[in-house]
């Protein structure tokens, strides 16, 4: 395989750092969006305008999601860093 120049591996590393964005931003922003539509309906059927009614079940769900989901995170989250540490060694040659 050919060696990757700095451009290239600036590059991928940017790539991988969208997908690693995504990958960790995906679970509860999708948590939130879907608690947040169902107090939405649930506020627009009962005429109920509580503020505290919109905001404890995303704040449940954020913490929900975040338990459950941490250790995927926390995962991801290590995988990209030994990876980009290993490119930083390719790159400056100490290794």
Partial sequence: M???????????????AMWVLLQIAAPPL?????VGLLVSVFQALT???????AFLPKLVATGAV????GPFMAGVLRAYSEGLFDRIIAIGGAG
Avoid at 2 to 16: M, N, W
């Fill in 66 to 69: 975040l338990l459950l989901m």
């Fill in 2 to 16: 050919f060696d990757q120049g700095p451009d290239d591996a600036l590059a991928a590393s940017t790539r991988e």
């Fill in 30 to 34: 999708l948590a939130l969006l879907a």
């Fill in 47 to 53: 005429q109920i305008q509580e503020a505290s009614l």
